[in-house]
């Protein structure tokens, strides 16, 4: 069973099919109809909820696309709705205030708005216009343009936080502590199909001997669009979340490793702290929602050829801990990819956590992401630069991109025409025209061959403008942003 | 009713809210925000209630071999299948010319991918899913054609052509000191409303049915629901409460899946609901027309227009639908805010295997709007002037013929000019066009760009008969109103705006008004909610009934009370006969007392319009709604990726019923506006495919894509000079047009990389990848 609150409800699902999302489970089942359906694969915000989980004595609230989300991935949180704002009859401060900006108009998306807002508001004591971007990334509107939206967003702040969420926060914490607590089996089953949710390694890795055939679910960000647009169920969902070793951020002496249930938004700081360039490109991988729920290694593990982190984990030389029962193994991220969607990973082998290095002293780091929309969009190229410059001379350099063949894969004769040469115009020229050698990228609806190539050149030469000492003028139009 | 409610308490001579010209709040805003306002796939299904859903070819043309559901039969949860031989009436649900088959059958002829084969009805949502899937077609491939050019070149059209002319463009063209040529794309727009296509039917007795269904044109939908079930109209229902969102995508394009539940429905005897996922939905409905634009235009030194010769060919997918209104509203649209001595305007209604493609806010007039637009830049870049100066000099003016379009109307209220001249100050246009420079003459790789564009807007159906509303209002007993009309809620406020009206013509609080969901059997004969007349009539039409209404509560005071009519007055919730004060509750108990008739249906058609299409001349349009934008962008002209750093925007609007909600559709048809010429790319493969079909790889403008400075202004102190609804103007697509600004200053930018002499070849919309390829032709084209 699963188990966990529905606003204050204890709420417990047995009998239930394991592929069954949260927002189909809100909707069909329990007939709450505030909660929308706009594309049902994590791309609108229409569906945005909220979930709660126990930290330390307080509630850490993020917002997720219910339509997205394995409903056995709840147990032991708390859930809430746009329904559950409303209190007593009277309309939240965030509910209000969007009602009195004019901030709906069709209101399809609105419940969906409120949740990413409440989240937003629960996180921060003041507005910053950054955040309310960040935060509303991934939900689109079709009628308002968004002005009246981010004024909300700002009034928001100017009634008190304190709310019947705040005031019953003790209480709920102590519902989810004991839930979690409870150690039941949490798993669900239903006309042959399973779902697990494991609370150790050595359990997931048992569950993965026992069903090889099973699918592993970690922020299900892309498994899910399985069940909701491709109809195909899985039998067997065995779920990461729970692993409490592998929700671990790890910061050593020599490396930062990060536990394959760690989440973007759990990882964000600790990766911006080493690398500061990732910043830009972890706030346009997806939406909030999304970097909620996914997680790197699910990024690296399904192996798609436009992911942006394997490029950025290539580049930067990070390698993967496998384990198999209780086997383990390393392998390099850049030596993990085999062909389109094929991997080195075995049968029942999983990752378990991922090591990215620290930065050596000068080692330099630039990504760039070129999609069509800046915001939440999947990227026509993602190119991730790693270098080191010793008294002019490049003495180590690492160049690898997503989205220009069918894996992730490093520019070898581009990094060939820079390693040990001056970094300069010339060099920055060659090695351009070398990267043609390097990737024959596809055209899709996305971008043609020739623009993903001649953007992915273009990179270089915002490279060496960027490592330009000084630089003169932004070079990036998301400094104006 | 032996005795009567007591009147509210607090009723009478407070001060009235909501009325005509406030920011009242949309009347469904706290509903909306508690998820509390419910669509059709929120009902509740009755309890043996089913879910439907299609099965679409996957070929763009194909003759069908062979159409075998078995499968689809057998799968869990099937109740039933329908195909075209299970229907009895009507197949084609052409709105107005035939070409839309509702299904197409084994031996037909498949004529676009995304066609409907045949529908099943399942016990749920996802096994009717599952199960439609499970169909096996064989086709006979046959070649699509998929563009315009593939189009043109056949001749292939499913309109025949229509031409406007004044002067002989080609031989001015021909001696004019300077003259262009050219083509030009023009992307289409997938609606993307949130919601999704939906319809839920409900048997009732005697075979007819009720309809709940996310629809801008429920009339429309009854008479089709009746035709295919071959029944009366007055055995449907049509109900329509919300919907979350239409921009025209649900005009027509949302009958066929009220046609398909109310079919299944009729074929069980159980209820049916049908909601499309939302990439059939991209691959089932239609889109903005893509267009192209192919023109020659001679001009003087100063960039004063002589001739142009301009044929605009709509994309129209592979039936009529609306193309003929909608590529007429482009050819209407093609002067845009510019008079055009001499001109030929050619429309072609150009066939393709794709999609039919419909309404979508502005209905052909953004397309015709951005063809001159684009021809606007390019003659100021050929006579070295700032565009906006160019603009000015083409502006329509009351002098002789200037104020005269070339369908032969007549433009009675100028107001662009002044409007452009108060945005270019507000915008500070002149001092920014100087700042801009500096700033590019420094900055390597980011480019920036400035663009003022005008909107002028014709007003009212193009076809004529379409300019009626009807409108019903009771008073109750206790003094509340209820409320209904033809309009549709789709966002745009309509029902507010609407009970602000009759709030004005009682005097009472909006609160004390309810507007109840839009149903066939209240109000009959309807509109569709569109070509942004909801307000226009529907607000008449209320008006009319809410005046009927109050002359008998006039009369009956008069006779009662002893007094001309002149001393009864309604007012601050007030009705005051004489010298004595009533609350109006109090003084509807006394009106029914005295048997006065509480109920009264209103009416109103649209006067002076009309169009001699043999002639290619007339008065199409009751008015034009005019507003002008400036957009300022950053381009990096290494990617294309790009980014709107300010807008500002004047629109005039008349006298606004509602700022509030005005200011919320110019913005929000701005952002749409500009989505459209910039992210928003529909692509389809060689094979007529579409490839573009969900928000992941169709993209939107997202709220970090408004631009970061955005100032609105409703133009003030310009009322509407026709006999409008207290002289308001419509406001649901003119601003769409200000999008334009955004595209134009685009091509500002990219032209600073050669010093604004050269014009960038850049079709819409402008995504990073044109850009960058038109940076990359521009800095090598020879001067």
Not at chain 1, 414 to 436: D, Y
Not at chain 2, 155 to 163: D, G, L
């Amino acid at each position: 069973m699963v188990k966990f609150l529905l606003n204050q409800s204890a709420t417990v699902i047995d009998q239930i099919d394991p592929n069954t999302t949260v927002l189909d489970y809100l909707r069909e089942h329990l007939y709450r109809t505030g909660t929308k359906e706009g594309c049902a694969s994590g791309d609108c915000g229409a569906c945005t909820v909220v979930i709660a989980e126990a930290e330390g004595d307080k509630l850490t609230y993020r917002s997720a696309n219910a339509c997205i989300t394995a409903v056995g991935s709840l147990h032991g949180k708390q859930l809430i709705t746009a329904e559950d704002l409303k209190h007593n009859n009277q309309l939240h401060p965030v509910q209000q205030t969007m009602v009195d900006c004019d901030g709906s108009q069709c209101g399809f998306c609105t419940p969906g708005f409120i949740m990413s807002m409440f989240a937003l508001r629960k996180n921060s004591q003041t507005s910053d216009p950054h955040k309310t971007i960040e935060s509303l990334g991934g939900n689109l509107c079709r009628c308002t343009g968004y002005r009246p939206i981010v004024d909300a967003a700002e009034k928001m702040y100017e009634v008190p936080c304190e709310d019947h969420f705040s005031r019953s926060e003790k209480k709920v914490v102590e519902a989810l502590n004991t839930i979690n607590k409870e150690q039941p089996e949490v798993a669900l089953s239903n006309a042959g199909k399973h779902f697990f949710s494991p609370a150790s390694v050595a359990d997931l890795a048992n569950l993965l001997l026992e069903y090889p055939q099973a699918k592993l679910l970690a922020g299900g960000t892309d498994l899910c669009l399985e069940f909701t647009q491709f109809l195909r169920d899985a039998e067997v969902l065995i779920y990461t979340g729970r692993v409490r070793d592998m929700a671990q951020v790890k910061l050593t002496d020599q490396y930062l490793e990060l536990g394959a249930a760690v989440t973007y938004s759990q990882s964000k700081d600790a990766l911006v702290d080493l690398y500061p360039d990732l910043h830009e490109l972890i706030e346009r991988l997806g939406s909030l929602q999304i970097r909620n729920q996914g997680t790197i290694a699910g990024n690296v593990g399904n192996a798609s050829p436009i992911g942006d982190m394997p490029p950025v984990l290539i580049a930067l030389n990070a390698q993967l801990l496998l384990r198999k029962g209780e086997q383990t193994r390393l392998v390099a991220v850049e030596d993990y990819f085999v062909k389109y969607k094929v991997t080195v990973l075995q049968t029942s082998e999983f990752i378990e956590k991922i090591i990215i290095p620290r930065p050596e002293a000068q080692q330099l780091f630039r990504t760039y992401k070129i999609s069509k929309r800046l915001e939440d969009d999947i990227s026509a190229t993602c190119g991730a630069f790693s270098l080191q410059i010793d008294q002019g001379k490049v003495s180590d350099i690492r160049i690898a991109f997503g989205g220009m063949a069918e894996i992730p894969k490093r520019a070898q004769h581009c990094e060939r025409a820079i390693l040990n040469q001056p970094w300069n115009k010339q060099t920055i020229e060659l090695a351009a025209s070398e990267l043609a050698k390097d990737f024959t990228p596809i055209t899709d609806f996305r971008a043609s061959a020739e623009y993903r190539l001649s953007v992915s050149q273009n990179m270089l030469h915002r490279l060496f403008l960027e490592l330009e000492q000084p630089t003169i003028q932004p070079v990036r139009i998301t400094q104006y942003a | 009713m032996r005795n009567l409610p007591n009147p509210p308490m607090g009723d009478g001579n407070t001060a009235v809210n909501g009325t005509v010209g406030t920011g009242q709040k949309h009347e469904s805003a706290h509903k909306h925000v508690s998820g509390e306002a419910l669509y059709v796939d929120d009902q509740l299904l009755p309890i043996d209630g089913l879910h439907a859903y299609v099965g679409l070819s996957t070929v763009s043309r194909g003759l069908i071999k062979r159409l075998d559901l078995s499968a689809v039969r057998a799968a869990e949860g099937v109740v039933s299948i329908l195909t075209l031989d299970d229907i009895s009436g009507h197949r084609d649900i052409g709105p107005v010319f035939p070409g839309d088959p509702i299904m197409v059958n084994e031996g037909d002829e498949v004529q676009f991918h995304g066609q409907v084969l045949f529908a099943v009805a399942a016990t749920s949502y996802k096994l009717a899913r599952k199960a439609a899937a499970l169909a096996e077609v064989e086709y006979e491939s046959l070649e699509p054609s998929v563009t315009i050019e593939q189009g043109l070149d056949q001749q292939n059209f499913v309109r025949p052509s229509h031409t406007q002319q004044r002067g002989s463009a080609q031989k001015v063209i021909d001696q004019s000191p300077q003259r262009l040529e050219g083509d030009f794309r023009i992307g289409g727009q997938e609606h993307m409303y949130l919601e999704g296509q939906a319809s839920l039917c409900v048997p009732a007795e005697d075979g007819g049915m009720l309809v709940y269904c996310s629809t801008q044109n429920p009339t429309e939908g009854q008479k089709l629901v009746a035709e295919v079930l071959d029944i009366p109209m007055n055995l449907v229902t049509v109900d329509t409460r919300r919907m979350g969102g239409g921009f025209g995508g649900k005009e027509t394009n949302a009958n066929q899946w009220a046609c398909l539940a109310a079919l299944l429905a009729h074929k069980t005897g159980r209820a049916v609901k049908i909601r499309l996922a939302r990439a059939d939905d991209m691959k089932a409905t239609g889109k903005r027309h893509h267009f192209l634009s192919q023109y020659k235009v001679g001009f003087n030194d100063h960039g004063g227009i002589l001739g142009l010769d301009m044929s605009l060919s709509g994309g129209c997918g592979n039936s009529p639908d609306l193309s003929d209104a909608i590529v007429d509203r482009a050819m209407f649209h093609s002067d845009n805010a510019y008079y055009l001595p001499n001109v030929r305007v050619i429309g072609h209604r150009v066939k393709t295997n794709t999609v039919s493609n419909t309404a979508f806010r502005g209905f052909g007039g953004p397309q015709g709007v951005l063809a001159i637009e684009h021809i606007i830049d390019r003659i100021a870049r050929a006579v070295g002037r700032d565009p906006l100066d160019v603009r000015k000099e083409n502006f329509y003016t009351d002098e002789g013929e200037r104020n005269t379009t070339h369908y032969g109307q007549k433009i009675e209220q100028h107001i662009i000019a002044d409007l452009v001249e108060r945005l270019e100050k507000t915008s500070n246009y002149r001092q920014r066009r100087k700042q801009i420079e500096a700033f590019n003459q420094t900055s390597p790789i980011l480019k920036k760009g400035l663009a003022l564009t005008p909107v002028k807007f014709g007003i009212s159906f193009t076809v004529q008969h379409l300019n009626q509303a009807g409108a019903l209002i009771h008073i109750y007993t206790d003094g509340s109103i209820h409320l209904n009309h033809g309009g549709t809620e789709m966002g745009q406020g309509l029902f507010t705006k609407v009970a602000q009206v009759v709030a004005s013509e009682f005097q009472v609080h909006v609160d004390s008004i309810h507007c109840s969901a839009t149903r066939t059997d209240k109000v009959p004969n309807t509109s569709p909610t569109a070509a942004s007349s909801g307000t226009d009539l529907n607000g008449m039409a209320a008006k009319d009934a809410a005046i009927k209404i109050k002359q008998r509560m006039v009369n009956f005071a008069c006779e009662h009370f002893l007094i001309k009519s002149d001393k009864v007055k309604f007012c601050s919730g007030e009705v005051i006969a004489g010298d004595q004060h009533f609350s109006f509750s109090e003084f509807v108990q006394l009106a029914y007392m005295n048997r006065v008739s509480l109920s009264a249906t209103g009416y109103y058609k649209t006067p002076k319009i009309h169009y001699d299409r043999e002639k290619a001349k007339g008065q199409p349009f009751f008015y034009f709604a005019n507003g002008a934008a400036v957009s300022e962008v950053l381009v990096d002209t290494l990617t294309g990726e790009n980014k709107l750093l300010r807008t500002d925007i004047c629109q005039d609007v008349g006298k606004s019923l509602n700022p509030a909600i005005d200011i919320g559709q110019i913005e929000g048809a701005f952002i749409q506006g500009m989505g459209w010429l910039t992210t928003e790319e529909l692509v389809w493969d060689d094979q007529g495919r579409l490839l573009t079909t969900g928000p992941a790889s169709y993209k939107i403008p997202a709220i970090g894509d408004a631009p970061t400075e955005f100032n609105v202004e409703l133009l003030p102190d310009s009322p509407n000079a026709e006999a409008t609804i207290y002289h308001s103007k419509a406001v649901g697509e003119p601003p769409l047009m200000l999008g334009i600004s955004v595209w134009s200053a685009l091509c500002d930018a990219v032209a600073s990389l050669r010093n604004h002499k050269l014009s960038p070849l850049l079709d819409a919309p402008a995504t990073p990848e044109r850009i960058l390829k038109a940076c990359n032709e521009l800095r090598a084209r020879a001067m």
